[in-house]
């Protein structure tokens, strides 16, 4: 059986879900990088530059030493969610 | 005349068609930087193009023909892009098992009498378009969704375009190339139906200045 692969969209789009998670639904203090590795399923190393590129993006902003999903980070989770379904539909992921 | 009344009308409602899709996957583009998304922006640019290539050569007289072959190569690479996302899919997730099924159909374009340009792009687009069609229904094998079975079928519906629009040149005169421009037009509405709900009811043109991937 094939394994699902995720693009890099798709783990980015994780990272956001799992920031938003843990800023708006039920923990408002944001996720730690523990939070977003266990979550995302992310490795740590792979996860620091993907943060990085998030936050200078401003799609992810660092409040002491925790990760909040910004405005636009919930514009991009919600435009992800949108042209994931059109991607489908041709049998591709985004 | 009657070329003029049938054709003009459907290669204009092909090329709005496509050129709305291309639109939208831009839009998806220029929102989450998704790599599928710019090459489905290619590939719908190219068909949109390719419509305007055919529309242009009803009215091109003796450089009708040329102009025509043109517009199908334009929307043969369109159909590259398409395959071309759906061979990185197979490769990345398993062995290429789907390309085997295709070496029968490579050969098509050199066992079929009187070989020309318009008949090798034809034969190249009903491959690919083949392809595709075969792999949006083994994801639709996947994910049981409306859309892709739809989009699917259009695709199908395309290849058997292309196939009719070749039996037009081993029955010149008959009623085979007004079948396959209005198969194709069919085909292309098949996947405007799933495309619509995702685009009309998201506000297409809202999405296209927001750039909210940039520099992902």
Redesign the interface.
């Given at each position: 059986m094939a394994t699902a692969y995720r693009t890099h969209v798709s783990i980015i789009a994780d990272i956001l879900a799992t920031a938003k998670q843990y800023s708006y639904e039920g923990y408002d203090d944001g996720a730690t990088v523990t939070h977003l590795i266990r979550k995302a399923n992310v490795p740590h190393q792979r996860l620091g530059s993907i943060v990085s590129a998030l936050t200078e993006s401003g799609l992810l902003y660092e409040e002491s030493t925790k990760y909040r999903i910004s405005e636009k980070g919930i514009e991009f989770l919600r435009a992800y969610n949108e042209f994931k379904g059109f991607a489908e539909g041709f049998g591709l992921k985004v | 005349m009657a070329e003029l009344l049938f054709e003009l009308p459907m290669n204009l409602l092909g090329l709005g068609i496509s050129a709305f899709i291309g639109r939208?996957?831009y839009s998806?583009y220029s929102?989450?930087?998704?790599p599928?998304?710019l090459r489905?922006t290619f590939a719908f640019i190219f068909v949109a193009a390719g419509f305007v290539f055919l529309a242009g050569g009803l009215f091109a007289g003796d450089y009708g023909r040329a102009i025509g072959t043109i517009g199908l190569a334009a929307q043969a690479i369109g159909y590259f892009f398409?395959a071309f996302?759906?061979s990185l899919?197979s490769f990345?997730?398993?062995p290429p098992r789907s390309f085997a099924l295709l070496v029968p159909l490579a050969l098509t374009p050199f066992i079929i009498p009187g070989n020309s340009i318009e008949h090798l792009v034809r034969s190249i687009s009903f491959i690919l378009l083949v392809y595709v069609s075969i792999?949006?229904m083994?994801?639709?094998m996947q994910?049981r969704?409306s859309?892709?079975l739809?989009?699917?079928s259009g695709l199908g519906l395309l290849a058997l375009a292309e196939l009719m629009a070749w039996y037009s040149f081993v029955y010149p005169g008959s009623l085979f190339y007004y079948a396959a421009i209005a198969i194709k037009v069919t085909g292309l509405g098949l996947l405007f139906v799933?495309?619509s709900k995702?685009?009309l009811a998201?506000g297409l043109g809202g999405?296209l200045n927001?750039k909210?991937?940039?520099?992902?």
């Open positions: - | 939208f996957a998806g929102a989450i930087a998704s599928n998304l489905l398409i996302s759906h899919k990345d997730a398993a792999e949006t083994a994801s639709y994910t969704k859309s892709t739809m989009i699917g799933p495309f995702f685009g998201s999405r927001s909210i991937g940039n520099g992902l």
